[in-house]
């Protein structure tokens, strides 16, 4: 079957720290991958994606690469700021639908 | 020039009662879904329509019956509300290629709360 699993959160960091947020999948045949970002009070927005092996999507200084032999999708962002704080969702796409992890809570602090 | 636009934004009633939630997208996309997040933020697919036609029909209390009317617009409508219905309640469109779905594009949500 099709799923996405991410990590717990909630996050917090200090404002320029380094970020990771682990997300793996499973899925037959060949998924898109996406990162969402949803701020508070909002509903959600794409973030980067990537549709095929070794593919980097970036965006905003966030990055993640589609690693099939790790079946993984690990968002990155080099140093991060307070308005990063919001909820980011691990998600993919295969046929006709959608698998969104459960989120995972950013709080960053000055 | 919302993308995809849903009304009302906060919807407050009382158990028991039946309400409505409005989605319209103006992309041009064939493809409609509604999600439910819970107060966890775990998001849970609804339904999905493509072309006024329902593909995606999740294990959803009949309760809830969706409606699209033409292929910009989505409508749910609720049942006799219970307290587990409280949650936020997002449309959300993509355009579909080949079988393979696109990418998402959300709306703001309605937040509804069922005293």
């Known amino acids: 079957g099709n799923s996405v699993t991410q990590m717990e959160g909630p996050v917090t960091l200090s404002e320029e720290a380094f970020l990771t947020i682990n997300c793996t999948y499973t899925a037959t045949g060949y998924p898109s991958l996406f990162w969402y970002v949803q701020y508070p009070g909002e509903g959600l927005q794409l973030l980067l994606k990537a549709t095929k092996a070794d593919d980097k999507g970036s965006n905003k200084g966030f990055e993640a690469t589609y690693r099939k032999e790790t079946t993984s999708f690990h968002l990155e962002k080099g140093s991060v700021q307070v308005s990063d704080s919001a909820v980011y969702f691990c998600?993919?796409?295969?046929?006709?639908?959608?698998?969104f992890g459960s989120g995972t809570k950013l709080n960053v602090k000055p | 020039d919302t993308a995809v636009s849903q009304t009302p934004k906060y919807l407050v009633t009382q158990m028991g009662n039946d309400k409505s939630i409005k989605c319209e997208q103006n992309l041009g996309h064939d493809t409609m879904y509604w999600y439910k997040q819970d107060s966890k933020k775990f998001l849970k697919i609804m339904f999905s329509y493509n072309n006024k036609e329902l593909i995606i029909n999740e294990t959803v209390p009949n309760r809830f019956s969706p409606k699209s009317p033409d292929k910009a617009h989505l409508n749910l409508h609720i049942n006799s509300l219970e307290l587990g219905d409280s949650a936020v309640y997002f449309c959300a469109s993509s355009q579909d290629t080949r079988g393979a779905a696109g990418t998402q594009y959300f709306g703001p949500g309605t937040r509804l709360l069922v005293l």
């Open positions: 998600a993919l796409t295969n046929f006709n639908k959608f698998y």
